[in-house]
Structures are given as structure tokens and as C-alpha cells.
């Protein structure tokens, strides 16, 4: 089965409250981008795949669909690990074509991907709220919407200023107390002496880890902080694939580690990092960059097949005002339910990518 043709979709789909407007120190914003890539065969089968582009100034459909036209027609559908080995284009373009090429396979196999990851060890995959920096009265009203939802953990946005840092925390546990088991992501914003003064302020607060509050490099910097406090330390963005887990793990650089199918190249690199956290008896939670439905889909066959992924998962699902997919992925107290159809288990919608697509 070869790849006949490539499409690009980059559509732009609002948030509600109370996701919306989603604060990070770095910016704002209200609504989720991303790049939806339908990839077509000589069989007749279409996959369906996402990346991540939010907040790229430079982001074109017409230069992905391109570029992805200019190499992959012709090449084998369902040899996903030569298309790893071959594939020469940008990470993120690269990772949508890679959910679309798994959910082929799925589609010709007549199973879900995760039954082509080796089988789900679990069918529902607990998954965290998001919440962008709030103050400490917001951020307990929100907390307290949380909990009302379902939800058992939540994760905040941070870095702006650790005081403030600090006073959310606060809101989010004098309004609901243990009720939300909770993680802080300031996004890499302090220096490491600056990061551990903070750790140590909230090691009262019971975090169950603070997010890269550092840069990504060196490694060496997170082995110190987490020597420095009691709060467990999680890397992200020093999350690049595999290989920069296995250096992640010779520093002792984290306790948790946070891959994402648009930074490692999509399904496959995040099932190897799970493997190899599973090996190493560290527990991974794949992130969430703002997601649709097909990457929200990847990212529950990825958790449901691989052990690692033990503990909730990132969203921001649960705050988008619509979905590209035929129909919306349901989040039941504080989990979602792996898809049974065959492939990634979605199916966009034509009408719904022309209703929020972006020209570009």
C-alpha cells in the first residue's frame, strides 16, 4: 500500500472558560492551532493526523503539504519504522504524517493502533486538567470547577513571579484541600537557585511534581535542584525522543518525564520512551500542546498500550468549544476512554476543517 497524496489543514478552534484565556509568563491565549494532515493510498484508506503549531508566526499549510508532497508519495504506508529512518522533514510536520501513517495501519489491520503497540494494559487513561496562571481567588474557583467535573488532578501554568507562583498554589489548596492531586509548570522560567527557593516554598503544598521550572540544558542543573528539595522534579522540554531520556535518566535528572508525540516525531519515539521508562521504573505522562481530537486519540493509544503511563495524562480537551472529529471524545470522571474503531479510532470532518481553517 503506497501514500498517494498528502493534504495540510491548519485549523484555529476557541477555547471556553474557564481554559480560556490560558496564561502562561511566556503569553496568553484563547484558542487551540493546530495542523490536521490527511494522508490518502492507492488502497483507498485515509489516516488522519495532527501536530502541534501553536504560537509559530511562520506556520503554513501550504509549505507542510509541500513539503510532505515532495517526498512521501509512493513510499510504503505501512512500514512506519523506514519512514522514521528516511524521513527528512521538520519534527512536527513529521509527527502528524506519522499519526495519519498509524491509523492506516490500524484501518488495514481492522484494529485500534494501541492493538498494534502490543494491547492495552488499561481502557481508560486518566488525564489532568490544564489551567493557565490565575490569582489565588481564581484559581480556587477553578479548582473547585475541577473537582466538580470529575477531575482528580490538576496542573498549572506558572513562572511569571514565584510569589505569585505561590499564591495560586495556595488558592488551589485552601478551596479544595487534597481533593486534586496538583503539578506546576512554570515552563522553564527560573534560574536553578531561583527554582529551588521556590520548591522549597511549596513543599507544604504536597505537589506531586514541579515541571521543568528550568532551562533544558545542562541536565546537570536539574540533577542539583533535585537534591535541593522535596518537591519531585518532572522534565519536559529537555524531552526531545528517546535518546535524550537515556541521558535524562544517567544525570538522575528527573523524577517524571514528559514526552510529546509533536517534540519526539509522533507515536512511535513516545512508545520507545515508555519502554524505557518502564524499564527504569520511572513514570512518564504524555503533555498536551492545546490538542484536537486525532493527537488526544494518539495520546490515549500511547498510554493505553505502554505501562509507564501510569498516571493522568495532560489536556486542555475538555476546553475547546468544538472538535474537527465526527464526535467529540467524552472525559468521565477525570478519564477518557481508549477508542475501539479501527486505527486512531476519529475521523475528521471536511465541514468542520473549512470552518476553522486558517489561510495559510
Not at 498528502?6 to 484555529?12: H, K, L, N, P
Not at 484558542?31 to 504560537?55: H, Q
Not at 510536520?93 to 490500524?106: F, P, R, V
Not at 522560567?189 to 513543599?203: F, K, T
Request: net charge negative; glycine share 8%; proline share 6%.
Amino acid at each position: 500500500m503506497q501514500v498517494s497524496r498528502v493534504e495540510v489543514f491548519v485549523v484555529e478552534v476557541p477555547q471556553v472558560p474557564p481554559i480560556a484565556p490560558y496564561r502562561s509568563h511566556l503569553r496568553s491565549s484563547a484558542s487551540t492551532c493546530s495542523a490536521i494532515v490527511r494522508v490518502d493510498t492507492n488502497e483507498g484508506l485515509t489516516g488522519w493526523g495532527e501536530c502541534n503549531v501553536n504560537f509559530l508566526p511562520d506556520a503554513s499549510a501550504r509549505r507542510m503539504e509541500h513539503e510532505a508532497n515532495e517526498w512521501l508519495p509512493g513510499r510504503d504506508a505501512l512500514n512506519i519504522n523506514l519512514f522514521h529512518q528516511q524521513c527528512p522533514l521538520e519534527t512536527r510536520l513529521k509527527s502528524g504524517i506519522e499519526l495519519a501513517l498509524w491509523d492506516i495501519a490500524g484501518k488495514a489491520a481492522g484494529l485500534p493502533v494501541a492493538a498494534l503497540l502490543g494491547g492495552a494494559v488499561r481502557t481508560q487513561v486518566e488525564v489532568a486538567a490544564c489551567m493557565g496562571i490565575q490569582t489565588y481567588e481564581r484559581a480556587g474557583e477553578i479548582a473547585a470547577y475541577f473537582v466538580e467535573q470529575g477531575f482528580h488532578v490538576l496542573k498549572t501554568k506558572a513562572g511569571a513571579n514565584a510569589n505569585e507562583d505561590l499564591e495560586m498554589v495556595r488558592g488551589v489548596r485552601d478551596a479544595v484541600g487534597d481533593k486534586l492531586r496538583l503539578r506546576v509548570d512554570p515552563n522553564r522560567a527560573y534560574s536553578p537557585r531561583q527554582a529551588a527557593e521556590l520548591a522549597r516554598r511549596l513543599e507544604d503544598y504536597d505537589l506531586e511534581y514541579l515541571e521543568q521550572p528550568i532551562p533544558a540544558e545542562p541536565l546537570s542543573d536539574a540533577a542539583w535542584l533535585r537534591g535541593q528539595t522535596r518537591v519531585p522534579i518532572a522534565l519536559n522540554e529537555s524531552v526531545v525522543g528517546p535518546a535524550s531520556v537515556l541521558e535524562i535518566l544517567r544525570a538522575a535528572a528527573a523524577a517524571f518525564i514528559l514526552p510529546d508525540t509533536h517534540i519526539a516525531g509522533g507515536i512511535s519515539p513516545c512508545v520507545a520512551i515508555g519502554r524505557i521508562c518502564e524499564a527504569a521504573s520511572i513514570p512518564c505522562i504524555m503533555h498536551c500542546g492545546h490538542d484536537l481530537g486525532p493527537k488526544t486519540a494518539a495520546m490515549l493509544h500511547i498510554a493505553a498500550a505502554c505501562p509507564a503511563y501510569s498516571m493522568a495524562n495532560d489536556t486542555t480537551y475538555f476546553g475547546l468549544e468544538d472538535d474537527i472529529i465526527t464526535e467529540r471524545l467524552a472525559i468521565e470522571n477525570g478519564a477518557m476512554s481508549l477508542p475501539h474503531a479501527p486505527g486512531l479510532g476519529v475521523e475528521a470532518v471536511l465541514e468542520k476543517l473549512a470552518r476553522y481553517q486558517v489561510d495559510c
